[in-house]
């Protein structure tokens, strides 16, 4: 697989790393829209959540939203050297499973990661960005099925 062009990565995760909590509120809101099943998912102290407006204002699942941004965050970082995740990415893929998501729900998570980083930039989010994150989410993806193998 190509490696991701480590400067386009860089350069657009720079305005979106300053709100962390903000844009991933943008990628869940998003992500719900598409794939409204996978709000059953979300459940903490047995607490269904009514509505995913219910769930994108708990205090649990914004705590979620700060995870998931701080695994992008290290992705970026490590652009150049996504193996040294390899570990922890499969670990990560292992307890969502142990959840119940679907690995085919992380291409919906892609889609909506795009239309995050295409709200947040504007026009300055260029078909070469979209490319590279393209590239860069589907090597983490790839890292993270290793938690599914053997299903």
């Excluded at 709000?39 to 914004?62: A, G």
């Excluded at 090597?139 to 193998?149: E, L, T």
């Amino acid at each position: 697989m190509e490696r991701p062009e480590p400067e386009l990565i860089r350069q657009s995760w720079r305005a979106v790393s300053r709100s962390p909590l903000e844009h991933g509120t943008v990628l869940f809101a998003r992500l719900f829209d598409l794939e409204p099943d996978l709000l059953p998912l979300f459940q903490y102290n047995c607490r269904q959540f009514s509505s995913p407006e219910d769930c994108l204002s708990s205090p649990e699942f914004l705590d979620h939203i700060r995870k998931v941004m701080l695994v992008i965050d290290a992705a970026v970082t490590n652009v150049e050297d996504l193996s040294s995740l390899e570990e922890y990415l499969a670990s990560l893929g292992r307890k969502h499973r142990a959840v119940g998501v679907k690995l085919s729900s992380f291409s919906t998570v892609g889609e909506s990661l795009l239309y995050m980083l295409e709200k947040c930039l504007g026009p300055a989010f260029t078909p070469a960005m979209r490319a590279a994150w393209r590239q860069l989410y589907g090597a983490v993806v790839q890292a993270m099925s290793r938690g599914w193998d053997g299903e």
